[in-house]
């Protein structure tokens, strides 16, 4: 398994993890505090006007089994429960939501050496099918995804994709939104000592004939704190700088400069603070 292909969700996501993952705009201010007694907390402030939100998560593992317990500020309550090798090379996960009593759904994912598929059915009258599968290996993948809504009979989705993989670069191209948008992605280590990667993700939607893109970067200064970077077309200029102050403690500070924003203010900003037990 350990030479076969990745899920189809991951087809794309070294690109898009340096583009997008850790920023934190909106004036928003996160607290993680994970235990490992398997209670976490998670906080998150939202701003001005708006109200303090936030949920406390816990999880349990035994043997195969694994429970994860979400409540948040409205008092909703999220439950999943996962179970690895229920059948050879599988993982079912069973997951359901209070008070939304059509929230229930049953996902299931096989890995083999060639092929890795992924379905998802909701546990209601009129179900949500979902189902995706990629085929090949750790270097070369081809996959396809799928969604159908019963309650309408129609299709929710249907995208396709490519991936190269290599240790140092990554490439994928994706047809997306029922055939209307085509992505291409690239990633690139450009010295693997320091950690400087740079990213690129071009965008073209068929019914506009528009095009887009996104090019970023990452630069580890020293083994503690990592320096992000990102530019798109639409005049949108962000950075981040995240700080390992002690293990797996975080400190990462994220802005935002919108060169083309005139009744918005220009600038947003973000903290996130993570604390390890």
Not at 54 to 72: E, F, P, W
Request: aromatic letters at 10%; one cysteine or more; proline letters at 4%.
């Amino acid at each position: 398994m350990g030479n076969g292909p990745a899920p189809f969700s991951d087809i794309g996501k070294r690109a898009k993890d340096l583009l997008t993952k850790d920023y934190n705009f909106d004036n928003k201010f996160t607290l993680s505090v994970p235990s490992s007694t398997g209670l976490g907390l998670t906080a998150t402030g939202l701003k001005r006007d708006q109200i303090f939100v936030g949920d406390i998560s816990t999880q349990y593992k035994s043997g195969n089994a694994t429970v994860d317990l979400k409540v948040d500020t409205y008092s909703n309550v999220s439950t999943k429960v996962t179970v690895n090798d229920m059948l050879p090379l599988t993982k079912t996960a069973f997951s359901f939501s209070i008070p939304d009593d059509k929230s229930s759904k049953l996902d299931v994912q096989y890995l083999h050496h060639h092929a890795a598929i992924s379905s998802s059915i909701g546990l209601n009258p009129a179900p949500l099918l979902e189902l995706s599968a990629a085929l090949g290996t750790k270097d070369l993948t081809f996959g396809g995804e799928v969604g159908f809504d019963t309650a309408s009979s129609s299709f929710t989705k249907y995208n396709t994709g490519i991936s190269f993989n290599k240790t140092d670069f990554s490439v994928a191209l994706m047809l997306a939104d029922k055939g209307q948008t085509l992505k291409a992605s690239y990633i690139h280590t450009v010295n693997p000592l320091n950690g400087t990667e740079v990213a690129a993700e071009m965008t073209h939607r068929f019914s506009t004939y528009r095009n887009s893109y996104t090019i970023g970067s990452s630069h580890a200064v020293d083994p503690y704190t990592k320096l992000k970077a990102r530019f798109s077309d639409d005049g949108k200029v962000a950075m981040l700088c995240q700080r390992e102050w002690r293990t797996k403690s975080f400190l990462t500070f994220s802005a935002e400069y919108d060169s083309k924003a005139n009744n918005a203010a220009p600038a947003k900003l973000g903290l996130a603070l993570a604390l390890a037990p």
